[in-house]
């Protein structure tokens, strides 16, 4: 890797002291490892078909899947390219952005601050962040941003110029006079209004009450203690070996559909690191899921923070901190959270009962992606293809 990665170096006291609300150790890899239930390492071919069948069927690119069953990886596979020019194949290790799966990573960084005191989620947001004062923005809180009850705006109609896309944020603080000028879209808690503008809001929030770079808290709190190695903010500015291309069936900015195969710019993301600018594999990202299974790898408060959906007096949102928390249509529990942008379809479905994860990314924004059929049904289908599996 060439440049610095913004990973905050060694840890601090702050990630020494909050790490042990994140009890991972190496429990994450003994929970379960001696499991007495089967895992379905039978189900690899009915997983493969399962997969096969989307890429064909969108003709991505590349994509990559992962699976943990009882806390073993039982499924890992790169299909396709990571550069078609180069015929460069996926891997396993390879990275992809992962668009607003990245929101799960600052929702959980926040549960674990406010598990541990560090932060209020109820407090006005202007506690942590007084240049953020629109007009009826005195009762938005850090749970209502989180759970897309703020009222904050996400992305005006053709914001994101060509220009936008290549201005590089340096710091997340800056990403709030972006918005500090708007005016609310909805009084704040009562009604959900999906907004990475608010998950910004967040970032800023967590790193003034740490006062630690954002980047460096994540990292402190989530990517080491979980030994996510291949996790990381990314920054288009600098080389990073194994960091795929990204392709689309629609112009990069207008979106119009187009039948032939366009390469997607090496957009700046960096205006959106609370809300989607992470680079990782999918064994990255289902290693994170396993922290949201059961207690031990976060502290029971924080789970619960992640877990219980956060209502709006208009009703409910289906989010907890930085996570969906609706049940399947069977309904098992479920935690789960996906993303996509133009060259970007990802997910990761966590089931806590049958401690299966399921992670799929692709760096193609393929033909009929609109319908988001590889980011919600096709994690469980594979799901479904891992509880089928006879045992060993």
Not at 235 to 261: G, K, M, Q
Not at 294 to 318: F, K
Not at 378 to 385: G, Y
């Amino acid at each position: 890797m060439v440049g610095s990665p913004n990973d905050g170096g060694a840890m601090s006291p702050l990630g020494r002291t909050l790490v042990a609300s994140l009890a991972v150790t190496c429990a994450s890899r003994g929970l379960n490892a001696q499991a007495r239930e089967h895992t379905c390492t039978e189900a690899g071919p009915a997983i493969r078909r399962l997969l096969q069948t989307m890429q064909e069927k969108e003709r991505n690119v590349g994509l990559s899947a992962a699976i943990m069953h009882h806390g073993r990886l039982v499924y890992s596979e790169g299909l396709g390219f990571a550069d078609l020019e180069h015929r460069v194949p996926v891997t396993p290790r390879s990275l992809f952005t992962v668009a607003s799966t990245g929101k799960a990573f600052t929702g959980t960084t926040l549960a674990i601050l406010a598990d541990s005191g560090v932060i209020d989620l109820d407090a006005p947001i202007q506690r942590y962040l007084p240049a953020y004062h629109p007009p009826g923005s005195d009762s938005i809180t850090l749970r209502l941003l989180a759970a897309h009850l703020g009222g904050v705006r996400h992305y005006r109609p053709a914001e994101r110029t060509a220009e936008f896309l290549a201005r590089h944020v340096n710091d997340v603080m800056d990403v709030v006079a972006m918005v500090a000028g708007d005016s609310l879209v909805d009084q704040p808690g009562r009604d959900y209004h999906y907004s990475s503008y608010g998950y910004n809001l967040i970032a800023a929030a967590i790193q003034a009450a740490t006062h630690r770079p954002f980047a460096t808290v994540v990292a402190d709190l989530i990517f080491r203690p979980l030994g996510l190695r291949d996790t990381r903010f990314d920054d288009v500015r600098y080389v990073v070996e194994r960091r795929v291309r990204h392709y689309a069936f629609n112009d990069p900015i207008t979106y119009a559909p187009s039948t032939e195969l366009r390469r997607v710019p090496d957009f700046d993301y960096s205006y959106n690191m609370g809300g989607g600018n992470i680079l990782t594999t999918a064994e990255d990202l289902v290693r994170f899921g396993q922290a949201v299974m059961r207690p031990g790898r976060l502290s029971p408060g924080a789970l619960r923070l992640v877990q219980s959906e956060i209502r709006g007096t208009a009703g409910g949102t289906n989010w907890g901190l930085g996570w969906f928390v609706n049940p399947d249509s069977a309904g098992r529990k479920r935690v789960h959270i996906n993303g996509a942008f133009v060259g970007v379809q990802s997910a990761l479905y966590v089931f806590p009962d049958d401690e299966i994860a399921v992670a799929v990314i692709a760096n193609t924004w393929g033909i009929g992606a609109v319908t988001a059929e590889m980011a919600t049904t096709l994690p469980s289908e594979v799901a479904q293809a891992c509880r089928d599996a006879p045992p060993r």
